[in-house]
């Protein structure tokens, strides 16, 4: 049995686990086998610079932290080695950064094992298609062309009514 330091040291992890987990807006479980040093180091640059936080986890820890959430689903996915990225405000990104390095991975081993979006569990086949969604910048943009298009086209219809109307009355 632990003594009462550590087991008030593992208590505060799964803790703050829990305060990362209500802080997010979405999460992506891996397993992180096979990915050498260099490409690990890498992988977290690149994760960094998008503003997702990412960390090895015990999957007991991981278990605990989950458990009585409403993605306790997860716990299945809680089994050999484990990762968990966390992002706070974009719920795409760190999906993308993980998909796209599972993609490149030669060894075939780093393999996304499920994920949360907004505090719904979501399959390795659905983080995948979220991954491939556009980014929010994107997504904006395509919502400004949509608005400007639906604008130029009532502004057209607008004025083909004027000029109807002034060629009735001048006839």
């Known amino acids: 049995m632990p003594s009462a330091k550590i087991l008030n ?3 505060a992890y799964v803790a703050s686990l829990k305060e990362k987990i209500a802080a997010s807006c979405a999460g992506v479980v891996v397993s992180y086998k096979g990915i050498t ?11 960094r610079e998008a503003g997702v936080e990412y960390m090895v986890v015990k999957n007991t820890m991981l278990r605990l932290a989950f458990k009585g959430t409403e993605m306790e689903a997860l716990l299945d996915t809680f089994k050999g080695d484990t990762a968990i990225a966390f992002s706070n405000e974009d719920p ?4 993308r950064v993980l998909n796209d390095f599972a993609e490149k991975d030669k060894s075939k081993q780093f393999a996304i094992k499920g994920g949360y979006v907004d505090g ?5 086949d659905k983080i995948k298609e979220l991954a491939k ?5 994107g997504m904006l943009s395509m ?4 608005l400007t298009g ?16 002034e060629n009735g009355e001048a006839a």
């Open 133 to 137: 969604l556009p980014d929010l910048k």
């Open 150 to 165: 639906t604008l130029s086209g009532l502004a057209v219809a607008m004025q083909a009514y004027v000029d109807k109307q």
């Open 37 to 47: 040093v260099e490409n690990d180091t890498k992988l977290r640059k690149e994760l």
């Open 92 to 95: 795409i990104v760190a999906a």
């Open 9 to 11: 040291e593992k208590q």
């Open 120 to 124: 719904e569990v979501l399959s390795v």
């Open 143 to 146: 919502f400004a062309g949509a």
